[in-house]
């Protein structure tokens, strides 16, 4: 993991650009479908991305999100890291919900600007085990940010991303974009105490840094939030802290120093029902339940 740039976390030394537990991945999901994948991907118009709705946090970064079910007077979702939580690491098989928080957020304009602050009342689900998210509630709503900035949340896609896919990794902490593609995707990615499932893998373009953990990975095509930004192999090493190794389905450890990851989001949507209400026992959620 990339450690989050805040002296309280030095002790783990996850790396915030981009380290943190993988999302689950669909039954029967393949391993690595990377040539598969591509073979199916179109070639869309590619749009520019930029930061409107992307947020900075004290050591990360992270985006202001919506679900495809969510209405304006919700109340806005900012998602991060699971190592990015304030108040530390979950441990593995850790899940938080229902957390109290006042942390706050800079909200960004497409330039990159900061606009505003956002503030959260809640750490609605927060986890390391199979993916890497904290999701916070905020005492505001997506219509009062539109009216009040002028910025729109990041909507977070319900299906599973494809290989090939042209991405931008949005840091709000950097205020800096990384574009790439999806390379494929890791079965299970095993970092020091941590396992995730169906990870994303960059291609080498975005070599994301410190500070980058949590920041929305956008398709380029549809603008839609597909993975948030976790990890990445530092210095060539075997499934250590900040040196993550890719477990394929028959056990075979492979390690690509310098090559980044990203938790995959599109399970999240079906785990949140009316008014933006987590709901783990929903039909579809596959979010570890604590």
Partial sequence: MRKPLVAAFFALAIAGAGAAPAVAAPSGAPADTAGAQ???????????????????????????????????TDPALVLTNGHCLETGFPSPGQ????????RSFGLLNSAGTRVGTLRANQVVYSTMTDTDVTIYRTTTTYASIRGTYGINALTVQDTHPVAGTAIT?????????????????????????????????????????????????????????VAVNNTGNEDGERCTVNNPCEVDQNGTVTVRQGINYAEETYQIPACFTTGNRLNLSASGCTLPKP
């Fill in 38 to 72: 591509r073979a199916k991907a179109a070639s869309p118009t590619l749009q520019a991305v930029n930061f409107a709705g992307t947020v900075s946090l004290s050591n990360c970064s992270g985006s202001v999100i919506r679900f495809p079910a969510s209405v304006d």
């Fill in 95 to 102: 899940v938080i919900t229902g957390q109290s928080s006042t």
């Fill in 169 to 225: 990794v949005a840091s709000g902490y950097w205020k800096r974009l990384y574009n790439c593609n999806i390379d494929g995707f890791v079965y299970r990615l095993k970092e020091g105490d941590w396992t995730w499932k169906d990870s994303v893998r960059y291609t080498s373009a975005c070599n994301t840094i410190g500070g980058t953990s949590g920041s929305p990975v956008i398709d380029q095509s549809t603008g839609k939030v």
